[in-house]
């Protein structure tokens, strides 16, 4: 069975610019959810999906955005990148709504300049 | 704000040493914890779990202890192998409405041979 895949797996942009990761989760799990990694503050929660809604959201402005499709792909977006953005952004699947044992993809590391 | 751990402390030990990882919570409600081994340019990888009606877990090599008087769990790694080598996080389950797992900042550990 294949893993969480991430892509792209590695972007470079710059600031004011926005960005969209994709996430596909492990075959038969509906739950999606993201964190932010970085050196300072480690891995910090962005948003949970499942079959389709938001069912809890990290504490990050609102230019970091996501959703869910109807096949449990998930996307992030960010808007008006600032420097401080550049970070691993982890996608990560389970099978329940519970959030439990979340399997974790390789992320995508996004660099702004 | 929330936090589970602290410092990003590392861990030197030589091959077929065991190890202790320790990790502070921080949600005395918190009811389902786990730990999870990141590898360089890889996800975090889920290693093993305890609820908090246990006070002990065995898994292959692995032992997590929990000890919910002083919030604090320890990951044991028997016969350590270089191949361990990376960085480990505990994460707790907050028993909220929508359950999210809140991450530590990790302990690194570094396996000589």
């Known amino acids: 069975k294949a893993g969480v895949t991430q892509t792209p797996r590695y972007l470079i942009k710059t600031r004011g610019q926005q960005v969209t990761l994709s996430c596909s989760p492990i075959s038969g799990h509906r739950s999606v959810s993201w964190y932010q990694q970085t050196p300072g503050q480690g891995l910090q929660f962005l948003f949970e999906?499942?079959?389709?809604?938001?069912?809890n959201k990290g504490n990050f402005p609102g230019r970091f955005s996501g959703r869910q499709f109807s096949n449990s792909r998930s996307e992030m977006n960010v808007s008006t990148l600032e420097l401080g953005d550049s970070a691993l952004y982890l996608c990560a699947s389970s099978l329940s709504a519970s959030n439990e044992k979340l399997f974790f993809g390789s992320g995508t590391q996004l660099s702004v300049l | 704000g929330e936090s589970v751990g602290l410092h990003l402390p590392t861990l030197s030990v030589q091959e077929g040493d065991n190890s202790i990882i320790n990790c502070a919570y921080s949600n005395s409600a918190s009811d389902y914890f786990i730990w999870y081994k990141q590898e360089s340019g890889k996800g975090p990888q889920f290693i093993i779990d305890i609820r908090s009606n246990m006070d002990k877990r065995q898994g292959q090599r692995v032992t997590v202890l929990l000890n919910k008087t002083v919030k604090h769990l320890s990951l044991q790694i028997a016969a350590t192998q270089p191949g361990d080598s990376a960085v480990y996080f505990c994460a707790e389950i907050f028993p909220t409405g929508f359950q999210k797992l809140v991450f530590g900042t990790g302990t690194r550990l570094l396996v000589s041979p």
């Open positions: 999906y499942f079959s389709e809604t938001q069912r």
